[in-house]
């Protein structure tokens, strides 16, 4: 009996110590993904959060259920990245971000194209080689820098602490073989900019009318918007 307790002891022990490992290590990378990502704690539990919700209702709405689509969101502005058949489905995209999240989405939504030009295998092979390029350059923290491929253009979403990280992973989507463009939506944060001046400039590059998504004449894309780009000189100081 005593040698019975013992062992049941012994196996709690274990099974506990091991529970606390599994905390220490789910902790760790809690802790390190924080810190190469400029966002506060707060920004970035609340932009899970958005992203998680946003996705969940494209994910159950009959018309967006189907589309190849992501959406991220970032100081609680929703990016999507994606393509659709028609006009009415990138509406409806851009509603349901706007719905969710009560502020106005950043759109890259292409009119899906023949796939002999860039097929899902052509798209997954960019994504797969982008990243591996950012994991490989010190000089960027890619754990907090979403890659997708569309249709062979490399689209990059995420905030990063300079510009000398946005350009070198803008380098990196120039010179991954297959890529035929590069949109960056990258946010630099550590050039004497504020918060608020980076979140001013997202609200006013998605003030756009709804003729700059895609239309049915329009079979390559829409206009894409510019980087979020605050001139220094006029920027307030981070506080």
């Not at 798209?123 to 820098?145: G, P, Q």
């Not at 070198?168 to 035929?180: C, I, L, M, N, S």
Request: charge should be negative.
């Amino acid at each position: 009996m005593k040698r019975y307790v013992t062992l049941t002891v012994l196996g709690l022990l274990l099974l506990a110590s091991c529970s606390v490992g599994s905390a220490i290590r789910s902790g760790a990378r809690t802790v390190y993904k924080t810190a190469v990502d400029e966002r506060s704690i707060k920004h970035i539990l609340n932009d899970k959060k958005l992203t998680a919700l946003l996705m969940e209702e494209i994910l159950a709405d009959d018309v967006t259920m189907v589309l190849d689509v992501s959406a991220k969101c970032y100081y609680g502005y929703p990016f999507i990245v994606g393509q659709c058949d028609t006009l009415a489905e990138a509406e409806r995209l851009v509603a349901i971000a706007r719905e969710v999240t009560g502020k106005p989405p950043v759109p890259y939504i292409l009119k899906k194209g023949d796939e002999r030009f860039c097929t899902l295998a052509d798209n997954l092979r960019i994504t797969t080689e982008l990243n591996a390029r950012l994991v490989a350059d010190s000089a960027v923290f890619s754990t907090n820098i979403f890659v997708k491929s569309v249709q062979c253009h490399a689209v990059l979403l995420g905030v990063v602490s300079s510009d000398r990280a946005m350009q070198a992973a803008e380098y990196h989507a120039r010179h991954t073989p297959g890529v035929k463009k590069v949109r960056s939506f990258l946010v630099a944060t550590g050039t004497g900019r504020s918060w608020e001046a980076v979140m001013d400039a997202i609200a006013e590059m998605t003030m756009k009318e709804d003729e700059e998504l895609i239309t049915e004449d329009q079979p390559e894309a829409l206009d894409p918007l510019p980087p979020v780009m605050v001139p220094e000189e006029t920027a307030p100081p981070v506080p």
